[in-house]
């Protein structure tokens, strides 16, 4: 489903090159539920950006669906975005001008949906997330939990065959973000494959598998030891 | 001042709204200085005196219908002594025109006969003794016209008048630095002189367009009563009797004789009336440009108010940071307003660029002066004033940001 | 999906309601200023007779010379010898010299009192020239000009007054104490410049209501109601002035194609050379031939308000623009986040390119809708500006509706293409970084 090799992706500025992510690899099957963790900074986020299509990497390759990606331009990429992936940001993104209805709708609109078949697949995507009735609702009449539902509505009514979710639970008090956790949980078992990142290790062991990330690579848990020097730190705070 | 390089830096993160503030406010600049120049020339010229007292008078437009011309005299007489019976009525006299009413005679006048050019352009006005009494004219030289003087005469055949009356930018022409009470001089191509037996203080052409400028206080008057159908009385009523005339004048002379036309809105009108008609388009220019260049300060005042509040709100982190760093209000507020300054100093000095360029076309293109540069400093400071009270509000809303802000995620 | 992005756009007309109320006064302001005054600039430079004026000349003959005419150019208007000399040559299809007259209406009724109404001196070539409409009846005859007939034409006001809209073809008016027969009704006719006569009028006056003969008003020795300009004194009497270089008459021939025209114009050279050859004039021939739009330009009919104006209008439009682009800047870069999630939800830019292209279209109707009231209210003020002769003209009528909410939504859109390519800069990637 996804699938990245040596892929590379340096920030340049005037004066110093930076890697955020170096050689690269990673493969997600379809139907799987994977957790990405590490800690600030160790790249993750541009893992998840570039995985979304938001940006373009330096070197290597990536395939999503067996396309190779990194030839694409942008209108390629938006409708690949538009198609194929559904996102979930830590901070919601919901437009506020835009009520619950029409937020879950703006997806659909650049796909050229007929009005019936958008109709449909929202009230489905609302219903799912168990938001119907709050369809004419506007974003800021709706508590954090809500909000991030209405975002993942909105990822799932368009029917994305990858879901990336960044933080999904951060901006949420722990009751919330267990609502949310639980929904996501439900999603993958009808057949969705999700990649979340997270720096919360409880959440990270609710996922079938989890990736690890440190300085722009992919580390495996158990032999490196920049892990357990990062473990040791965390459990002496 | 210390801020002026961070101002700098933040300025180029915000080229485009830079770029349109400076734009906006050299393109006012451009407009306001023309438009303020343009209003103050159309002012000018619909102040200038036309020498005459122009309260009571009443003037009017008279064609006689089915007459020769050459058989006018008798009915323009008898017009006048009818017009000078009414009660109320100070004096009156028949003339071929009056200053501002559009149309008129003119004339080359020189003081050497054998001259290929004349020295002047001079409007000329006829009537008899009446005449200076009846449009109030200041005489400050010489003397009036006798009775005897007044000669009738074919408008197609005037006889070079021996003594006339001119005004004294005509004398002043005709005989710079010299007595001019006395001296003749020639009016056309007329072989004869006309010795000049007074001089009054001013005395307007009848046209108020720019084509007359050049000799807009030179005339004569010659004491000539014309035979023609069309003729223009002027009548100076008494205080307050004014109105009254205006009321009673057409039915005075139709009853005097029926068979004329006295035409619809220029027939009768009292001079304020003719003064309001001659410099219409000169005062509604001067109202229009000044309509414009309010509109265009407060549009271009909107518009910095506009910008500058967005930036303040893009901004508001910085803002907090830096009064968590110990900046005072009184620091943030001179920051947006020395931002505010150099935005308008780079606008105003392109702006008195366009300005001067813009004047310099609206010169080559139509009748205009060059534009004085003391509008172009006023317009400067005008802006410059301008932008600093337009950023004022937002700039004191930046200034109560509070440093908590700095602890909140954008 | 216009739909979909127009709705937004009427949308966004409520948020930021201060600014967005800014943009549609900036927009409203600066479109109403042009309209108003491109409305009177259109009166002023209409063409009048849009079937004709190509074929329509204007002659003039220096006959001052370069001591008296006006940087060069001939007089305006032609003495009575020249204009009698072109009559005379009949050397284009149709021909008219005529001026402005003064003549009195004087009603059988004696209890109606005599009254004034515009009028000129014509030949009969006239009323074909000119395309003027007859109601009933026609022109004089060409035997009528030969024979200085008392015969004259009437508009269908006049007929209205005098005869109650009755044919009066046949019928006898009293003009200035003498009889002239009605050859013919005149139906409306305005043309907006006077054309025929823009020396006098300026180019804008109140229909002519009246045409007799030229031949028979210079019979009656009737003077011009119009300019009469000479370089010399003409001397004394009538004679005198017919036979002077004074200028008085204006000139029209009908000429149908170029060729014709190129014809005309040898023929007034050569008109002039054998004047100078006479010994009359004491320069090389000096003539102008202009079409009726040339003649209205070297006329300057236009008057120069109208152009300043319109100018500092359009000046007045550019700098609303600009204010216009700054806060669309503003009220679009206020939206990155929402442009972020848009772009990451699968908008390519062209889609963000369309929603805020139409979000600005929206914003310039909404200026336009403004702009519109403004313009009526400016087009009532116009006589605070103008003579009521030119202010009378400038309306608003359906063509000039559309082009105020056309030139509103077109520079707005055009406005707002700096800051919709700014918009549609926004990466999608954005949002998440930002966190």
Same mark, same amino acid.
């Given at each position: 489903m996804l699938k990245m090799t040596h892929l590379s992706k340096v920030y340049r500025t005037e004066v110093v090159e930076t890697y955020a992510l170096r050689d690269f690899n990673i493969n997600v099957n379809e139907g799987e539920f994977v957790a990405v963790t590490g800690p600030s900074g160790s790249g993750k986020t541009t893992f998840l950006t570039i995985a979304g299509l938001l940006e373009t990497f330096t070197g290597g390759e990536y395939h999503l669906d067996s396309v190779e990606v990194s030839r694409l331009d942008d209108n390629a990429r938006s409708k690949i975005r538009n198609e194929k992936i559904g996102f979930i940001f830590q901070a919601f993104n919901l437009i506020p001008d835009l009520n619950v209805f029409d937020n879950v709708e703006?997806?659909?609109?650049? &796909?050229? =949906?007929? %009005?019936? #078949? *958008?109709?449909? &697949?929202? =009230?489905? %995507?609302? #219903? *799912?997330?168990?938001?119907?009735?709050? %369809?004419?609702?506007?974003?800021?009449?709706?508590?954090?939990?809500?909000?991030?539902?209405?975002?993942i509505a909105r990822a799932l009514a368009g029917t994305p065959r990858l879901l990336l979710a960044d933080e999904p639970t951060g901006n949420l008090d722990t009751q919330m973000a267990r609502g949310v956790m639980e929904l996501l949980e439900e999603i993958h078992r009808e057949g969705a494959t999700i990649v979340m990142v997270t720096h919360d290790p409880e959440l990270a062991a609710r996922a079938q598998r989890n990736v690890h990330i440190i300085d722009g690579q992919v580390v495996d848990l158990a032999e490196d030891p920049r892990f357990h020097a990062h473990q040791a730190a965390r459990s002496s705070v | 001042?210390?801020?002026?390089?961070?101002?700098?830096?933040?300025?180029?993160?915000?080229?485009?709204?830079?770029?349109?503030?400076?734009?906006?406010?050299?393109?006012?600049?451009?407009?306001?200085?023309?438009?303020?120049?343009?209003?103050?020339?159309?002012?000018?010229?619909?102040?200038?005196p036309t020498g005459m007292v122009e309260t009571d008078l009443l003037t009017v437009q008279n064609r006689f219908v089915g007459v020769n011309d050459l058989d006018t005299a008798p009915l323009i007489r008898s017009d006048v002594l009818a017009l000078r019976q009414i009660p109320g009525v100070e004096d009156a006299y028949a003339t071929n025109s009056y200053p501002l009413r559009g149309g008129g005679w003119s004339t080359g006048a020189k003081v050497d006969p054998n001259a290929k050019k004349s020295m002047a352009h001079t409007t000329q006005y006829f009537g008899d003794e009446h005449a200076l009494a009846t449009m109030g004219l200041k005489l400050i030289a010489g003397r009036n016209f006798n009775a005897s003087e007044v000669v009738v005469a074919d408008q197609r055949a005037i006889p070079p008048s021996p003594g006339v009356i001119v005004s004294k930018a005509l004398a002043d022409k005709l005989f710079p630095?010299?007595?001019?009470?006395?001296?003749?001089?020639?009016?056309?191509?007329?072989?004869?002189?006309?010795?000049?037996?007074?001089?009054?203080?001013?005395?307007?052409?009848?046209?108020?367009?720019?084509?007359?400028?050049?000799?807009?206080?030179?005339?004569?008057?010659?004491p000539v009563q014309l035979k023609s159908n069309f003729t223009v009385y002027l009548v100076r009523a008494k205080p307050g009797e004014l109105a009254a005339i205006t009321r009673s004048v057409k039915d005075t002379l139709f009853k005097n004789n029926h068979m004329r036309v006295i035409n619809g809105e220029r027939g009768i009108r009292t001079f304020d009336v003719v003064r309001d008609q001659a410099y219409k388009s000169d005062r509604g220019m001067a109202i229009l440009m000044g309509v414009v260049c309010l509109m265009l300060l407060a549009i271009t005042a909107a518009g910095i108010v506009g910008l500058t509040s967005f930036w303040v709100g893009q901004r508001r982190k910085q803002i907090g940071?830096?009064?968590?760093?110990?900046?005072?209000?009184?620091?943030?507020?001179?920051?947006?307003?020395?931002?505010?300054?150099?935005?308008?100093?780079?606008?105003?000095?392109?702006?008195?660029?366009?300005?001067?360029?813009?004047?310099?076309?609206?010169?080559?293109?139509?009748?205009?002066?060059?534009?004085?540069?003391?509008?172009?400093?006023?317009?400067?400071?005008?802006?410059?004033?301008?932008?600093?009270?337009?950023?004022?509000?937002?700039?004191?809303?930046?200034?109560?940001?509070?440093?908590?802000?700095?602890?909140?995620?954008? | 999906?216009?739909?979909?992005?127009?709705?937004?756009?009427?949308?966004?007309?409520?948020?930021?309601?201060?600014?967005?109320?800014?943009?549609?006064?900036?927009?409203?302001?600066?479109?109403?200023?042009?309209?108003?005054?491109?409305?009177?600039?259109?009166?002023?430079?209409?063409?009048?007779?849009?079937?004709?004026?190509?074929?329509?000349?204007?002659?003039?003959?220096?006959?001052?010379?370069?001591?008296?005419?006006d940087k060069g150019e001939p007089p305006s208007a032609m003495t009575y010898t020249d204009a009698m000399a072109l009559m005379r040559a009949h050397k284009a299809t149709r021909q008219t010299a005529l001026y402005p007259i003064s003549i009195s209406v004087v009603p059988a009724d004696a209890n109606i009192l005599p009254f004034q109404e515009n009028s000129y001196a014509v030949y009969g070539d006239a009323f074909a020239m000119f395309d003027i409409p007859f109601l009933y009846g026609g022109p004089w005859t060409a035997a009528d000009d030969e024979s200085h007939a008392a015969v004259v034409v009437i508009s269908r006001n006049l007929n209205e007054r005098l005869f109650h809209g009755a044919?009066?073809?046949?019928?006898?008016?009293?003009?200035?104490?003498?009889?002239?027969?009605?050859?013919?009704?005149?139906?409306?006719?305005?043309?907006?410049?006077?054309?025929?006569d823009p020396v006098n009028t300026s180019g804008f006056d109140d229909p002519t209501q009246l045409f007799i003969p030229f031949t028979r008003a210079i019979d009656l020795k009737v003077s011009t109601a119009g300019n009469n300009n000479c370089n010399k004194d003409p001397g004394d009497g009538w004679d005198n002035w017919v036979r002077s270089e004074c200028v008085w008459i204006q000139f029209w021939a009908e000429l149908p194609s170029k060729a014709d025209a190129d014809n005309y114009k040898q023929f007034l050279t050569g008109y002039a050379a054998e004047q100078q050859r006479a010994g009359r004039f004491r320069w090389a021939p000096n003539v102008r031939l202009n079409d009726v739009m040339t003649w209205l330009d070297v006329q300057k009919v236009v008057p120069p308000e109208s152009k300043i104006s319109l100018l500092v209008a359009m000046g007045f439009l550019l700098i609303c623009l600009v204010n216009t682009v700054g806060l669309l800047l503003a009220k679009f870069m206020r939206r990155s986040s929402e442009i972020g999630v848009r772009r990451a939800l699968g908008a390519s830019r062209r889609e963000i390119y369309m929603q805020f292209l139409i979000e600005a279209g929206t914003v310039g109707l909404a200026g336009g809708v403004l702009g519109l009231l403004l313009t009526g209210v400016g087009v009532l003020g116009v006589n605070l500006?103008?003579?009521?002769?030119?202010?009378?003209?400038?309306?608003?009528?359906?063509?000039?509706?559309?082009?105020?909410?056309?030139v509103a939504i077109l520079s707005t859109v055009l406005a707002a293409f700096y800051p919709t390519w700014r918009a549609a800069q926004v990466q999608p990637a954005w949002q998440l970084k930002s966190n």
């Open positions: 703006v997806p659909l609109r650049y &796909r050229g =949906m007929k %009005a019936a #078949e *958008r109709k449909q &697949r929202i =009230m489905d %995507a609302l #219903e *799912r997330v168990g938001l119907a009735s709050r %369809a004419k609702h506007y974003p800021a009449e709706l508590s954090g939990g809500q909000q991030q539902r209405v975002a | 001042m210390l801020q002026i390089k961070p101002i700098l830096v933040a300025l180029k993160r915000h080229k485009a709204g830079t770029i349109l503030i400076a734009l906006q406010i050299a393109l006012t600049l451009a407009i306001v200085c023309n438009a303020l120049f343009i209003i103050q020339q159309r002012v000018n010229r619909l102040q200038r630095g010299q007595q001019a009470l006395g001296k003749p001089f020639y009016l056309g191509d007329n072989t004869a002189p006309s010795a000049i037996i007074g001089i009054v203080e001013r005395l307007q052409v009848p046209w108020s367009g720019t084509w007359s400028d050049n000799f807009n206080d030179n005339a004569v008057l010659l940071v830096r009064r968590a760093l110990g900046a005072t209000k009184r620091d943030i507020l001179s920051y947006f307003m020395t931002e505010n300054l150099m935005i308008g100093l780079v606008g105003v000095v392109v702006g008195a660029g366009l300005a001067i360029g813009m004047n310099l076309w609206l010169v080559s293109q139509f009748e205009m002066a060059r534009l004085s540069l003391f509008y172009v400093f006023g317009g400067i400071v005008l802006l410059l004033l301008l932008g600093q009270g337009a950023v004022l509000a937002p700039a004191m809303r930046a200034s109560r940001v509070s440093p908590v802000e700095a602890t909140r995620s954008a | 999906m216009f739909a979909y992005y127009f709705q937004l756009g009427l949308r966004s007309l409520r948020r930021n309601i201060v600014l967005t109320a800014l943009m549609v006064m900036a927009i409203g302001f600066g479109v109403a200023a042009s309209m108003t005054t491109y409305s009177v600039f259109r009166a002023t430079s209409n063409n009048p007779i849009p079937q004709k004026s190509s074929v329509l000349f204007a002659p003039q003959i220096d006959n001052w010379g370069p001591e008296d005419n044919n009066s073809v046949g019928r006898e008016i009293n003009l200035d104490n003498r009889n002239y027969r009605i050859a013919g009704v005149i139906d409306t006719w305005n043309p907006q410049p006077v054309f025929f500006v103008f003579d009521p002769q030119i202010a009378r003209l400038a309306r608003l009528d359906a063509e000039l509706i559309l082009l105020t909410l056309l």
